[in-house]
């Protein structure tokens, strides 16, 4: 176990379906500490950035179109492990099957009506987590 930090993000769905609260007491609950937190509009340079690994591959466009479609909260978290932690809370990537008792398996909508809504984005990496924090934390 080792203290991280993570960046996480509640995407435009999860802001519109007004679950920031729950997701953001899922997170508190499971014992990680809240460092930041804003509402924030993404631009296209700072998605650009984040999904820079994604560049190029066929949801990168309409992904980045929805992560621009609305406000997004975003938030620095730590704890022991919290890297894996969240991930682990939020549920594999397709809401789908996202286990129940995940946020994407509990709150995801079917990964069939569009496939970028699955409420969270949670850093990969500790080095991920460290370059996402200065993009959205600059
Ligand atoms: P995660 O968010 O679980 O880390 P990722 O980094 O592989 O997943 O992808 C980033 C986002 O892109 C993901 O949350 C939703 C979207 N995405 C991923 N794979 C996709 C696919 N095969 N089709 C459509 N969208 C996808
Ligand atoms: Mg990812």
Do not use: C
């Not at 508190?28 to 650009?48: D, F, H, P, Q, S």
């Amino acid at each position: 176990m080792s203290l991280e930090r993570t960046l996480i993000l509640i995407k435009p769905d999860g802001v519109s379906r007004n679950l920031s609260g729950a997701i953001l007491a899922r997170v508190e609950a499971k014992g990680y500490t809240l460092v930041e937190l804003k509402k924030i509009n993404a631009t296209r340079a700072m998605l650009e950035q984040h999904y820079e690994e994604h560049v190029g591959k066929p949801f990168y466009e309409p992904l980045v179109e929805f992560m621009l479609s609305g406000p997004v909260v975003a938030a620095i978290f730590e704890g022991n492990s919290v890297i894996a932690g969240f991930r682990s809370l939020a549920g594999s990537t397709d809401p789908t099957t996202a286990a129940p008792g995940t946020v994407r398996g509990d709150f995801g909508r079917d990964w069939g009506l569009k496939v970028q809504q699955n409420l969270v984005h949670g850093s990969d990496s500790v080095e991920s987590a460290e370059r996402e924090i200065g993009i959205w934390f600059a």
